[in-house]
């Protein structure tokens, strides 16, 4: 069974500080490694990893993977009020055949203290 | 990016009735979606895959005949939640896959309440 286990659980940072957010996956055949942000609605897509080592980044957030070492990490510099959400780790198995679905951690609920 | 809606954006039912939710992708064909249901403060869980033409694939633990999929087009599938129950009472989200590669496009959500 895939899984995706995320810490910290919740984070409270003032604005201004830079965070890191972790993600751990166990998938039997990997495809690839997604970054949502989710505020009251459905999820936004951030970033989609699928090789070890090359950093995604867009504006203050970057991240990368280690595929051998089966995690990701978010970072957010100089973080805005507008930046508190859950943050979502989902791995996307590869069937061969057909689509899969995602499986999910259970996020990172962070909040930007001004 | 790939546009996804859904509706009802909100529903309050009363227990036993059944509820249908709709997923489209406005601007591309989908052959594959999926449908996730997350609780409070809990992650998203996939329910079932559904791909066009052909009957929708169930994750263990999810009643089938409870949560009828149909994928009838390219850019509509349905979930229908029959004899809601209280304990059905969640936010259900669908995705969109425009193609194997890309990323998967979400709908905004449904939040059903069942009294």
């Known amino acids: 069974e895939d899984k995706v286990v995320q810490s910290p659980l919740s984070l409270v940072v003032h604005e201004g500080d830079t965070v890191t957010l972790n993600c751990s996956y166990e998938v039997t055949n990997f495809r690839s490694l997604l970054w949502y942000k989710q505020e009251k609605k459905a999820p936004t897509f951030l970033f989609m990893l699928t090789s070890s080592g090359i950093e995604k980044k867009s504006g203050r957030l970057s991240s990368i993977l280690d595929k051998k070492e089966l995690f990701s990490i978010l970072n957010i510099t100089a973080t805005q009020t507008g930046d508190s959400a859950v943050y979502l780790c989902a791995v996307e198995p590869y069937s061969g055949g057909g689509a899969d679905g995602l499986t999910f951690g259970k996020g990172t609920h962070l909040i930007i203290q001004p | 990016g790939a546009v996804v809606s859904q509706h009802p954006s909100r529903v309050i039912c009363k227990s036993g009735t059944s509820v249908k939710i709709e997923c489209r992708s406005l601007?591309?064909?989908?052959?594959?979606m999926f449908w996730y249901r997350q609780f409070p403060k809990q992650s998203l869980m996939l329910m079932a895959t559904s791909n066009e033409g052909s009957k929708a694939t169930y994750e263990q633990g999810v009643e089938k005949d409870k949560f009828l999929i149909n994928h009838a087009s390219l850019t509509l599938s349905t979930l229908t939640v029959t004899s809601a129950h209280p304990e059905d009472s969640s936010f259900y989200i669908c995705?969109?896959?425009?193609?194997?590669?890309?990323?998967?496009?979400f709908g905004p959500g449904t939040r059903l309440l069942v009294l």
């Open positions: 995705s969109a896959l425009l193609d194997r590669g890309e990323t998967q496009y």
């Open positions: 601007d591309f064909q989908a052959t594959t």
